[in-house]
């Protein structure tokens, strides 16, 4: 799992072309310091609204409602984050394998209660509604660190998870069961027999540079009208540039951001 620290970084990189233009023989403080409020007020309007546009920049694109559509995430992540820092912080009186068994089945209960109808919170957004859904998934993935020791995969496993995924979508009310079959399934798939390639990425993890820069090149692309020379063409522009932009993001922002954990945590 990425750091807040690592994750932050990359995700403002495309919001922080903006400070780029100053840079020169001609820099003035102002300048940058406008550049930098600007950015810092456009990631408070992302944290808090989840609103991804800037103005009306995306005017002439097909899609103009976002900037970087992955980004919708980025404030549950967020929240998440915090509450991780709240449980943890009474780590002195319970053990973290026991606050993580609560807080998975505390928030998978609330999830269930909450898609079911059975309960209804007054004054509950739909950005609530989407918090308590998701945060079952979340810990999941802790539960099954705190437990790895036990963990064991095997093909029965794999077509019970499978089953009860398949059981646990097929209702709103039970979606929140399916946390951990799907986060068994993402395991088995994510162990499965090393190759070189395999070998490679799991030391130079640019997965998530492409799935947050993807977006914001596909829609500069769009802008200058690259559309035009076709959907294959288009794709493989987006796909060459997300890609060599995932590269640098890693090796210098997040790999960077991850080194420094030790000196913060």
């Not at 950015?39 to 991804?52: A, K, N």
């Not at 991780?84 to 928030?107: G, H, P």
Request: a positive charge; proline letters at 4%.
């Amino acid at each position: 799992m990425y750091s807040s620290a690592a994750r932050l970084p990359v995700c403002a990189s495309p919001y922080g072309v903006c400070i780029l233009p100053t840079c020169g023989s001609e820099v003035r403080i102002e300048m940058v310091t406008s550049r930098c409020n600007y950015v810092c007020s456009t990631w408070m309007q992302i944290l808090l609204s989840g609103e991804t546009s800037i103005g009306d920049t995306l005017a002439n694109s097909p899609y103009s409602a976002s900037w970087n559509g992955p980004l919708w995430a980025v404030r549950f992540e967020f929240a998440l984050y915090l509450i991780t820092a709240v449980m943890f912080s009474l780590s002195r009186m319970l053990t973290s394998k026991l606050l993580v068994i609560l807080s998975f089945s505390v928030s998978t209960g609330i999830a269930v209660l909450v898609g079911s109808e059975l309960i209804v919170l007054p004054h509950m957004t739909d950005v609530m509604k989407t918090l308590v859904l998701i945060t079952p998934f979340y810990f999941a993935g802790s539960l099954f660190y705190v437990f790895r020791a036990v963990v064991h995969l095997s093909r029965i496993f794999v077509g019970i998870a499978s089953l009860a995924l398949g059981l646990a979508i097929s209702f709103h009310a039970t979606l929140a069961l399916a946390a951990i079959p799907l986060t068994y399934l993402v395991l088995v798939v994510g162990t499965r027999r090393a190759t070189l390639v395999s070998r490679y990425f799991s030391k130079n993890d640019y997965s998530y540079g492409v799935y947050v820069l993807a977006f914001p090149i596909q829609q500069v692309a769009s802008s200058y009208q690259l559309g035009e020379l076709g959907l294959l063409v288009l794709s493989l522009i987006s796909v060459l540039l997300a890609s060599l932009a995932a590269v640098v993001s890693w090796h210098c922002v997040e790999k960077p951001a991850m080194q420094l954990r030790s000196r913060i945590v």
